[in-house]
């Protein structure tokens, strides 16, 4: 480290993939704590998330290893009927146009390794500085934006130069930070079922793995899209995980009835019975799979309007906590793990606590239009659209490259 510079001490409120990509980001020099109110297993249900351009070169710069997730390129995209018969299918080179590929892997696997690279010795990941140190079963309750101070669940009051909120859509740092007045998350109408099922449990219920599983196996991964086409804005998301041997299936539909834990929690237990009755008459091979899929995980899609402001004093939001979107452009994540990749701002030559502030601004004035920009592409095609007009935001969703260039660009 530079003479000049000076370690800064870093609070992450919140130990998501969004959270422990900006503390592997800022480890390297600065000393970081993220503080979890939950415990270590919390939010590691066995579904599927999708990482795109976007936000796989951001995390090839962290050492992030696919092989040890289980990750499935995705190679494209397919659109069928509720009867599997294809309407739609388009390779998508990833890659070739955007720099990086776009991968599939189990929720669970992604975020242990979120926690392995932000917590790993640094010997084993090749980088200097020390590891995040991870407290559980310790939120943080308040927080004093200019003096740099938050309040955990068990009244202790820690202070640090930054304090980074990632704690997720139902923040409960957002007020003190967005003000009083700022919006809270709302519903869109949709509920989402999850499951992940595996080939063996395919077999065991079939006999045998449908041809559409099959193929993915032999041929180019796609991320596919049943369509019940009739007006009830029916869809089931299908794509591999570990290797090809698992499958996510996210059920999407009208909200039926609104329930707290599900609009509470995005990894509540769903009712395998509602989901079944309502995607009856799928075909029979995806209704069998998800009658034997070991768990059911449900939550009503909400996403919050553009906060006014994402920073005050030292403190700043990011993730869902700063623009919660649907999963319907599956560009959650990727944007936060986006906003992550910005705190290289602070790791520049000569950044002392004194220049927190303004960098904070300097970060707030170039992640919030680009996320408003994602947002605004999910709400887009949420409903009602066709799968061409679903993919057509692709570009601008995949196009970003990273903080530095983007501040070149404005």
């Not at 499935?72 to 955007?98: A, S």
């Not at 010795?121 to 200097?128: R, T, V």
């Not at 994602?374 to 799968?387: A, E, F, H, Q, Y």
């Amino acid at each position: 480290m530079a003479a000049q510079d000076q370690q800064l001490s870093i609070i992450v409120v919140g130990s998501g993939p969004v959270g422990l990509a900006a503390a592997r980001i800022l480890r390297e020099k600065h000393q970081v704590t993220v503080y979890e109110r939950g415990e270590p297993s919390t939010a590691t249900g066995g579904q599927g998330i999708a990482n795109f351009p976007n936000a796989i070169k951001i995390l090839r710069q962290m050492s992030f290893d696919p092989e040890r997730v289980g990750s499935v390129p995705v190679q494209g995209f397919r659109t069928l009927d509720k009867h599997g018969n294809l309407i739609y299918d388009t390779e998508f080179p990833f890659e070739q146009k955007y720099g990086a590929p776009a991968l599939s892997h189990m929720r669970v696997d992604f975020r242990a390794e979120m926690l392995r690279i932000a917590t790993a010795p640094s010997k084993e990941l090749g980088i200097s500085g020390e590891p995040a140190k991870i407290i559980f079963g310790n939120g943080a309750k308040d927080i004093d934006s200019a003096a740099g101070e938050i309040t955990l669940d068990d009244g202790t009051k820690v202070k640090a130069d930054v304090i980074i909120v990632a704690d997720g859509i139902h923040s409960r740092l957002r007020p003190q930070i967005a003000g009083p007045n700022c919006p809270t998350p709302q519903k869109s109408g949709l509920t989402c079922c999850r499951v992940a099922v595996s080939a063996n449990e395919a077999i065991e219920a079939l006999g045998h793995l449908p041809d559409w599983w099959q193929e993915q196996r032999t041929g180019d991964k796609r991320i596919m899209v049943f369509e019940a086409r009739d007006g009830s804005d029916r869809i089931m998301v299908v794509y591999g995980l570990r290797h090809m041997s698992y499958m996510n299936m996210s059920c999407i539909y009208i909200t039926r009835e609104e329930k707290e834990s599900t609009t509470n929690s995005w990894f509540a237990e769903g009712d395998r019975q509602e989901m079944l009755d309502i995607f009856s008459d799928y075909d029979p091979s995806l209704v069998a799979l998800l009658g034997v899929a070991t768990e059911v995980k449900v939550w009503e899609l909400q996403d919050i309007e553009p906060l006014d402001s994402w920073t005050t004093g030292r403190a700043i939001l990011i993730g869902d906590a700063a623009h919660a979107m649907t999963p319907l452009q599956g560009q959650s994540a990727n944007a936060g793990i986006e906003d992550a990749e910005a705190f290289r701002l602070l790791m520049q030559p000569g950044v002392t606590r004194d220049d927190v502030p303004a960098i904070l601004k300097r970060i707030e004035r170039v992640r919030k239009p680009r996320a408003t920009a994602v947002l605004n592409n999910t709400r887009k095609t949420s409903r009602g659209v066709s799968g061409e007009e679903r993919y057509r935001v692709m570009d601008e969703n995949c196009t970003y490259d990273g903080i530095f260039k983007a501040l070149e660009n404005q």
